[in-house]
């Protein structure tokens, strides 16, 4: 999952001028208002943006510089996990097609023994990609992913 600041930095890229924070907040309300509040919180500290009347940020020149890099770093971490996603998404409808399920039916497969089962073979079958790469580089694809979070 991303950081706090990550996700906030994400949301204000494509709105580099103003943003309003009562509606950013509403967004990220998962969050929780007290770490959105510090994510904030330090943005302001670090100069990339400052209030602009009581619900406004404005990001400074620093700061749409730092938001258009995590932006562009964003969707190339995007671009490279796609492949990843695609063969993942389509092990695990290998593992509920074997398991006897459609993708009607397998919306309504509650937790427990079969729904375990069917992650279990999703993660087998997944797992083929990664077995074709040396140690070496399956090390280097994990702590490539690690950074992201």
């Known amino acids: ?5 990550a996700e906030y930095a994400a949301q204000v890229a494509p709105h580099l001028d103003r943003l309003r924070l009562g509606v950013t907040r509403a967004r990220y309300v ?11 919180s330090r943005m302001v500290g670090t100069s990339v943006a400052r209030r602009s009347g009581t619900d406004s940020v404005v ?9 258009s ?5 964003g969707a190339q971490a995007a671009d ?19 398991a006897g399920f459609t993708a009607a039916t397998i919306i309504d497969l509650e937790p427990g023994t079969v729904h375990d089962r069917i ?6 079958r997944a797992g083929l990609a990664y ?10 694809l994990l702590a490539s992913h690690a950074t992201l979070a």
């Open 1 to 5: 999952m991303p950081s706090p600041v």
């Open 30 to 40: 998962h969050q929780g208002p007290a770490t959105f509040d510090l994510a904030l």
């Open 59 to 67: 990001l400074s020149d620093s700061g749409r510089e730092i938001m």
């Open 69 to 73: 890099q995590v932006r562009d770093l």
């Open 80 to 98: 490279g996990l796609t492949g990843l996603r695609f063969h993942r998404f389509d092990a695990h409808v290998a593992a509920w097609t074997a």
């Open 119 to 124: 992650e279990e073979d999703t993660n087998e």
């Open 131 to 140: 077995a074709a790469l040396a140690p070496g580089e399956r090390s280097h």
